[in-house]
């Protein structure tokens, strides 16, 4: 049983933008923050944003101001509007819970983001 599945990545032009969804299965999602992750070539998988069930947003320092996360509980759904995008995004970016250890067992197969200078 397919529990996260993300979507809407590509390849874009650096200063592009994208917007990644991840629909989430199960009652995990409606009572816990979700993240987006995201993993380059060589690198360990590192959280850039959270939003908690209320809504309130956090991000690392790197996206601030150009990745907006958002989510919709009636959909089990949570996404990234990613603008201004630079080559240093390029990664697979995938979705989890956040704020502790990662709720959903199995990681979803994730969505490549690619972008080029």
């Known amino acids: 049983q397919v529990q996260l599945l993300e979507s809407g990545g590509g390849l874009v032009q650096a200063g592009g933008s994208l917007r990644l969804s991840c629909a989430a299965s199960?009652?995990?999602?409606?009572?816990?923050?979700m993240g987006w992750y995201r993993q380059a070539p060589g690198k360990q998988r590192e959280l850039v944003a959270a939003?908690?069930?209320?809504?309130?947003?956090t991000y690392v320092d790197s996206v601030k101001g150009r990745f907006t996360i958002s989510r919709d509980n009636a959909k089990n759904t949570v996404y990234l509007q990613m603008n201004s995008l630079k080559p240093e995004d390029t990664a697979v970016y995938y979705c989890?819970?956040?704020?502790?250890?990662?709720?959903?067992?199995?990681w979803g197969q994730g969505t490549q983001v690619t972008v080029s200078s």
């Open positions: 199960g009652s995990i999602f409606s009572n816990n923050a």
């Open positions: 989890n819970t956040a704020g502790g250890p990662v709720r959903y067992d199995s």
């Open positions: 939003i908690t069930s209320g809504g309130t947003a």
